[in-house]
């Protein structure tokens, strides 16, 4: 190999490396994503770092700022359901060019519930699963639709007291609840934190008897307080009317009426998938 030819192979090796090191690119007002360093180190150990002409844009915001994203991320440092660790290892590349695939072809393992993600009736009523209320039955016009943004008060769980308080107008069908939990960042953090606040028993009773809602979403992995998960849970699904939609990014939104559009994944069979979020001015 002549000295040019070792350097164009070097070039072509750094050019090729050079993807994932954009991940790390974040605006000020959203954290940068875990376990996701600005360098990646090569093959040869050297460091290398970001090259201006391949870097992909990584929003939050989309339409000078018309759509937002209120997903999450998906990477291995997300919270996982009562884990310290995070999610852990999430993606695998069984097939891999530099393997010599012909293409990347990556797979995925993820408990259904990580993330941003939807609980289907089957999720804690034994009969409903059996009989297959899995999210593929979920309706899409529940899930996309004029929504309400709303902020709890941040001293409490979701009791009725509070959902009274928060006056929720006869009508509204879809109510995202912006909670302590969007201020403490707590998606951001690897460790599932039971502190979080969610609706307590007598809030989602409340809900399911004093207004229109059918589209509950909140700020951290499940609607219910750590305290009366089951409890909350039972109350919301019972009737297949009401979809539970957790883990969503409420930062840097202001609250108010958008158009909301989740969309789960057809996985025929599971009570819950990841769900693409985003809201619509
Ligand atoms: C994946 O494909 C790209 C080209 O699209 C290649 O540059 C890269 O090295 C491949 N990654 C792996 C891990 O094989
Ligand atoms: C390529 O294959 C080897 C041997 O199976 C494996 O150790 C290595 O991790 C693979 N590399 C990629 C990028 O998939
Ligand atoms: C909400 O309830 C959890 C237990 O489920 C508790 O640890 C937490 O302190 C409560 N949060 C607030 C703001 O009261």
């Known amino acids: 190999m002549t000295p040019s030819q070792s350097f164009l192979l070097t070039c072509a090796l750094a050019h090729a490396l050079l993807l994932p090191s954009a991940l790390a690119t974040s605006n000020a007002a959203y954290p940068p994503p875990y376990g996701l ?10 460091t290398i770092s970001a090259a201006d002409d391949l870097v992909p844009v990584r929003r ?9 994203d209120i997903s999450h991320q998906y990477h291995s440092e997300m919270p996982s359901w009562e884990s310290d660790g995070g999610v852990g290892q999430l993606l695998w590349l069984p097939k891999s060019m530099k393997n010599g695939s012909l293409a990347n072809n990556s797979e995925m393992k993820l408990p259904t519930h ?11 009523f034994d009969h409903y699963f059996d009989a297959g209320f899995d999210v593929d039955t ?24 509070v959902m009274k308080s928060l006056n929720i107008p006869k009508g509204v069908k879809r109510v ?7 201020d403490r960042g707590l998606m951001y953090n690897k460790a599932f934190d039971t502190s979080y606040v969610g609706f307590m028993k007598d809030g989602a009773q409340w809900l399911v008897d004093n207004t229109d809602v ?12 750590f305290d009366d998960l089951i409890p909350a849970h039972l109350v919301f699904l019972k009737s297949r009317e009401i979809i539970l939609v957790e883990g969503l990014k409420l930062d ?10 989740c969309l ?6 599971a009570e819950g998938s990841p769900i693409r979020c985003i809201l619509i001015k």
């Open 176 to 182: 995202l609840f912006r909670t302590l939990n969007t």
């Open 60 to 68: 939050e915001v989309y339409g000078g700022g018309r759509i937002i």
């Open 214 to 225: 059918k589209l509950v979403g909140t700020d951290y992995l499940s609607v219910a307080a």
């Open 37 to 46: 360093d600005q360098t990646l180190t090569s093959t040869t150990g050297a």
């Open 138 to 161: 979920l309706d899409l016009e529940v899930l996309n639709g004029p929504a309400l943004l709303v902020d709890v008060p941040r001293d409490q769980n979701i009791t009725a007291k």
């Open 264 to 269: 789960p994944l057809r996985l025929v069979g």
């Open 114 to 124: 990580t993330g941003t993600h939807v609980d289907a009736p089957g999720h804690v």
């Open 252 to 261: 840097d939104v202001k609250a108010g009426i958008y158009s909301v559009h």
